[in-house]
């Protein structure tokens, strides 16, 4: 295949071709402050401070239109980084908040945006303490560019979880249904008016996280994980790959709202090949699963979660479908949708 | 006044008019993590972990064009970052890096900056350890956006300085020429060809901050801040404003190069009112002040240091002229030159 020489839309789509970018990107040398690094390319970072591991993440969106239905680009810039960190066991502590923002844009929009990303905030229990804006010409940038890090911190009672972790014998658990925010995004982009029917799933889980990694004992999470762009089959096909191992998901246990499900079928878009940003895909011991399931149902953001599969000596990602056969959920090439986050 | 609805140029521009739309964009109630928070408007806050100051702060960079004379903008990322976790007596341990890269983009340009960041870490001892890439449709960016944020401590032999504890007596220090980078920017950007004469002076300064706060007895800095957007200006006028008290310049002392003096001259551009990214700003106690300035003279960043006036009671910034005169420094309303950093 020829090396791409220019960068294009499927570059910035969570796949396997923006794998292919990243290795020019993380080319640093000075990749690493002493804990996991950049060659990881996990959720977070992390480095040690007084005894504290603590985890480091940053995301920028650029998600179109910046109002959907569910939520909008505040909610999904405080969201997207207070998961990272969740998923990787931290607490988020604090957080960065800069905008880019084109000449022309509407001032009453920025309060609507800052009181949004101040709702999540408020739900997480984290806090922006610093900031940044530029401002450029109109036609320079399309609206609003919001980049948000994250620092958190891996408290006591709770352990580092990677998303690399993956052990034969364990359970695969989604936190809910899978496929709401990219088909949202799109159906809403597309015009159709499906009502409350389809809507963005953003949501800060940090304390759903917090509850279902102490409701089982220390390390049964094995591995965590918020499958945002690329979806669903991007996380699991990383999370095997990463682990060596193989994962079989039942068709069946998988939760797709109908309307998700009857949009993606009318759009041609798979519902686990798109964005979500208000959920996490965890692997964990098999005598523990019960209880993590619990502890996230239990929760108003996790009453849809459910054990999906399990984990098997091997490489791949299949799904026993409802019939009876087996097919291969493949890792997306990007997600479907661009602009999604 | 009539309050603006839109976001106009100025409003990134690092003066006062952005300080009005700071108000909106900072009205958030999690606005703290126990330290200090955004209400204090300072280069970076705080929060405390196992015992130790940690120091967060994040920029996005827009610099157009993206390589300049001196620098590139992923030169300006790092260092820009790197500099505000310094000025507050912190040392820069680990930092993000995030792109939004529009369709089209070189990937060769990617390398080069990728390249640039890392050297420009090398001389600071920092690394990025964690990252994102969203790729935007052609036309809905000028290029590409970079944002860092970064995670500094404050050392046992270091201690957190702020923007805003001038007080009468002291001696303010520059670490040496003003008004390089932005007028370097702009004299390229117009085509003038002035060989090396005109370059920007973007470098991370946390050597030689370092040395220079530990040359003399603790405390004995007072106050620090990088003299980025709106210039030496913006930043004199925000310490002294914060503070309450007065600063008395002498114009004779303030290093300017002679060719951004002429550059400033011929495009009607005060080189006081325009950004520097490889210079800082320091109130010192008078009886620390020699320490200080000798050691930042034995770093090459340093070496056009220079003691430039005193804090006195009073308000406002005032300049004494060559013939004897007195001026204000008027806080600009911005920096005279768009898409600067
Ligand atoms: N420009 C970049 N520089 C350095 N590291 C990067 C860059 N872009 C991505 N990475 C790294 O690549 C990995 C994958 O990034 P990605 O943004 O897909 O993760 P994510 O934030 O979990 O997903 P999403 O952005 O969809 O929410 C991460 O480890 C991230 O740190
Ligand atoms: N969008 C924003 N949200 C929250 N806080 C912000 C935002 N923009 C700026 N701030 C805060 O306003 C203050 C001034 O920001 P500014 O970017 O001018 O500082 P700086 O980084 O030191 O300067 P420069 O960006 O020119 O390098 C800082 O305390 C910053 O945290
Ligand atoms: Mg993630
Ligand atoms: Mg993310
Ligand atoms: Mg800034
Ligand atoms: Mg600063
Ligand atoms: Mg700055
Ligand atoms: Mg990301």
Redesign the pocket.
Known sequence: MKKDTEVNMMHGAGGEVMGELLVTLTAFKHNNAGGIGLESLDDGSTFEIGGKTIVLTTDSHVVKPIFFPGGDIGRVAVSGTINDLSVMGARPVALT???VIEEGFPIADLEKIVASMDEALGEAGAA???????VVEKGSLDGIVINTAGVGVVDEDSYLIRDKALAPGDKIIVSGTLGDHGLAIVAHREGFDLGDQLKSDVAPLYTMIAGAVRAAPKGAVHAMKDPTRGGFAACINEMARKAGVKVVVDQESVPIRESVASAGGLLGIDPLQVANEGKCVMGIAAEAADAVLAALRSHPLGKNAAVIGEVVEGSGVVMRTRIGGERFIEPPMGDPVPRVC
């Open positions: 908040c800069a905008m922006i303490i610093t900031g940044d804006t530029k």
